[in-house]
């Protein structure tokens, strides 16, 4: 069984669409994370939510909103798409937050035409 | 913030110990060290985290001295399927929006194990 799941791997799309990635885990973790990795491979936290409380907000532009719908979610929206969007999303869950390991999914590549 | 800095990349042998230093001057009291690795069109997996002294786990070892500015993953006697990229993370997180809760990933090291 996959621990942390999204949805979809690959999404490709053009400028101005608004689109949205799925993440669930089943690990029974409070907190979740998502990360933005640029085609130089850095990594990059952009939200964190702990029992559906957004926890790190980092400076990313507003058309990004996080929802956690309960504890085993948190979907990534994405509205008005730029060019500069393209990378790879990961979704991330840990048990707690206080610096616990985190596991992660295998990423959505975003690739904005 | 913790500016996090790593060497870009590394070449080592099959058997060999491979030591990546992560340099992270401006650490805060609080802030855990964690590195992860990653395989191509994979996710970061976690291997090893400290806080200070030295971890030893059943694949790594995680070297950090006194003043804590800067951390060192040992992997010993590697073989060619270690050929990854690994990340140092350096932060701290709390349960509650906080404002001292911040992560930071290092670039990165790409590790090529040679046979």
């Known amino acids: 069984d996959t621990a942390v799941s999204q949805t979809p791997k690959y999404l490709v799309t053009q400028m101005g669409n608004d689109k949205s990635i799925k993440c669930e885990q089943n690990l029974g973790h409070d907190t979740m994370y998502w990360y933005k990795q640029d085609s130089k491979k850095f990594l990059k936290i952009m939200f964190s939510?702990?029992?559906?409380?957004?926890?790190i907000n980092e400076t990313v532009p507003n058309r990004f909103s996080p929802k956690s719908p309960d504890k085993a979610h948190l979907n990534l929206h994405i509205n008005s798409l730029e060019l500069g969007d393209s990378a790879v999303y990961f979704c991330a869950s840990s048990d707690r937050a206080y610096n616990q390991p985190q596991h992660f999914g295998d990423g959505t590549r975003l690739s904005i035409l | 913030l913790a500016k996090t800095t790593q060497p870009v990349s590394m070449d080592s042998y099959e058997g060999q110990e491979v030591n990546i230093t992560c340099s992270h001057n401006?650490?805060?009291?609080?802030?855990?060290i964690t590195w992860y690795q990653q395989f191509p069109s994979q996710g970061p997996r976690f291997i090893i985290q400290g806080y200070k002294t030295k971890v030893t786990n059943e694949v790594a070892s995680l070297f950090i001295p006194a003043d804590r500015k800067s951390s060192t993953l040992s992997l010993p006697r590697v073989s060619l399927s270690d050929t990854a990229v690994y990340y140092c993370?350096?932060?701290?997180?709390?349960?509650?929006?906080?404002?001292?809760?911040?992560?930071?990933f290092g670039g990165g090291t790409r590790v090529l194990v040679k046979p």
């Open positions: 401006n650490i805060a009291t609080n802030d855990y």
């Open positions: 939510y702990n029992n559906k409380e957004l926890i």
């Open positions: 993370l350096v932060g701290v997180l709390t349960g509650t929006k906080a404002a001292g809760n911040k992560l930071t």
